[in-house]
C-alpha cells in the first residue's frame, strides 16, 4: 500500500471491512497485517498505524463480530505497553468508541484494558528504572481513563469491569513485580472514579489474596521456637511504629526480609505477602489523609467477617485491619471492637475460633486503646 492520505485510508478501510463480509479478504488481510506492527516501527509505520486504527474508530459501525473476528482479536490483542503515545491513544480511542458501538463488544473491551494491567514480562526489569516508571504511569493513565469513558456509555460496564478484575487476579505463580502492578491498578479503581461501583470489591478481592498467600506460609517459616516470644501480632505492631535499624539486619540470613514495617520469613510466598501488604497500608494511609478511610474501613470489616475469620491458618492478613484501626482508633477502632464483641457472642462461630480472636483483640488494644473502647469491654 504506497502513499495515500488520512481521508483516503479511512475510505480504504470501510471498503475492506465490507468486501471481507462479502467473502473478498485482501484488503482485510493487509489491514490485519499493519496491526500486528509492534517492533520498532519507523515513523512512517506509527504514522499508518495510527491512520488504521483511527480510521476504524469511525468505521466501528462496519465491524461485524461473525466476519471480522481476526480484527477484534488483532485490536483486544495490542497491549498498550509495546507503543508510543500516539498509538496509545488511537488505540484507546478505538477501544472506547468501540465498546459504546454495540453491547457484543463490552466485554471484549473491558477484558483488553484489564489485560493491560498487567505489565508484559520483558518490561519487568524496566521497571525499575524511572523510564519503566513513566512508561507505567503513561499506560495506566491511558487504561483507566478508557474504563472511565467506557462506563460514560455504558451503564452496565463497572459491573462486567468488576468480574473480569476479579477472574485475571494473576495466580500465586506470576511473578511479584507483575502481580504488583495488578494490585495497584484495583486499588487506583476502588479510589477513582469508579469506586462507588467497585471499590467493595477491590477491597474484597484484595483481602482474598492476601489470605491466599497468608495461608501457604507455615508457622516454622514465620517463627522460631522461642518460649520468651511476644507472639506475631505484638511484634508487627512495634514495627509498624519503628524504623529498621540496618545493624540488626544479618547478611548472612538471606531468606529474611526487613521492610520498615514488618519482618516476613521464608520464600518468595512470604516475600511477595509483605509487598502486597505494604501496598495495601499505603493505600490505607492515603484514604485517611483524603478523609475516605471510614468509607474503606466498612469494606474491610465486611471482608474480615466474611473472609479472614474463616481462614484457619490465616496469620497476617488481620493487620490490615489492626492497621486501619491505628489510623483511627476513635472510629474505625471502636467499630472494630464492637463488631468482634459481637461476633463473641454469636453461635455462628466455633467457640474456639471466637476465643481466639477475642484475645487477639484484647492484645492488640492494651497498645492501642480507643477512646471509646471501655465501655464496650
Aim: negative net charge.
Amino acid at each position: 500500500m504506497g502513499y495515500v492520505s488520512d481521508y483516503e485510508l479511512s475510505h480504504h478501510v470501510r471498503e475492506a471491512l465490507i468486501s471481507a463480509t462479502l467473502g473478498d479478504t485482501t484488503e482485510y488481510d493487509q489491514l490485519i497485517g499493519i496491526m500486528h506492527h509492534n517492533a520498532r516501527l519507523d515513523p512512517e509505520e506509527v504514522a499508518m498505524l495510527v491512520t488504521v486504527l483511527r480510521a476504524l474508530s469511525g468505521a466501528v459501525s462496519y465491524i461485524d463480530i461473525l466476519h471480522h473476528r481476526s480484527l477484534l482479536s488483532s485490536i483486544c490483542g495490542m497491549r498498550l505497553w509495546n507503543y508510543g503515545p500516539d498509538v496509545m491513544d488511537a488505540l484507546v480511542e478505538l477501544v472506547v468508541t468501540l465498546a459504546g458501538s454495540n453491547g457484543k463488544y463490552v466485554d471484549l473491551c473491558l477484558d483488553m484494558l484489564v489485560s493491560n494491567f498487567i505489565p508484559p514480562y520483558n518490561f519487568l526489569e524496566i521497571l525499575k528504572q524511572p523510564r519503566g516508571l513513566a512508561k507505567k504511569d503513561q499506560v495506566l493513565m491511558r487504561v483507566h481513563s478508557a474504563l472511565k469513558g467506557i462506563a460514560d456509555v455504558v451503564p452496565l460496564a463497572p459491573s462486567r469491569l468488576e468480574q473480569i478484575v476479579r477472574e485475571r487476579v494473576p495466580s500465586g505463580y506470576v511473578k511479584e513485580a507483575q502481580t504488583v502492578v495488578y494490585v495497584e491498578n484495583m486499588l487506583m479503581l476502588e479510589s477513582g472514579d469508579m469506586g462507588e461501583f467497585v471499590g467493595n470489591s477491590m477491597i474484597f478481592e484484595l483481602m482474598n489474596r492476601l489470605i491466599d498467600l497468608d495461608v501457604e506460609i507455615v508457622w516454622d517459616e514465620v517463627l522460631y521456637d522461642d518460649p520468651n516470644s511476644k507472639g506475631i501480632f505484638v511484634m508487627e505492631l512495634e514495627d509498624l511504629a519503628r524504623p529498621v535499624d540496618e545493624t540488626e539486619m544479618d547478611m548472612d540470613e538471606p531468606q529474611k526480609e526487613y521492610s520498615g514495617r514488618k519482618v516476613l520469613w521464608g520464600n518468595v510466598v512470604a516475600q511477595k505477602l509483605d509487598t502486597l501488604m505494604d501496598l495495601t497500608f499505603d493505600h490505607l494511609q492515603s484514604c485517611f489523609k483524603s478523609g475516605r478511610l471510614l468509607e474503606v474501613f466498612e469494606a474491610l470489616l465486611q471482608s474480615f467477617q466474611s473472609t479472614v475469620l474463616g481462614a484457619e491458618k490465616s496469620k497476617f492478613a488481620q493487620f490490615v485491619m489492626f492497621f486501619a484501626c491505628s489510623l483511627d482508633p476513635e472510629d474505625c477502632g471502636t467499630q472494630f471492637v464492637s463488631r468482634l464483641l459481637e461476633i463473641f457472642g454469636s453461635t455462628v462461630y466455633p467457640q474456639d475460633r471466637r476465643s481466639c480472636y477475642i484475645s487477639l483483640l484484647l492484645v492488640y488494644y492494651n497498645e492501642h486503646r480507643p477512646p471509646k473502647f471501655n465501655h464496650l469491654i
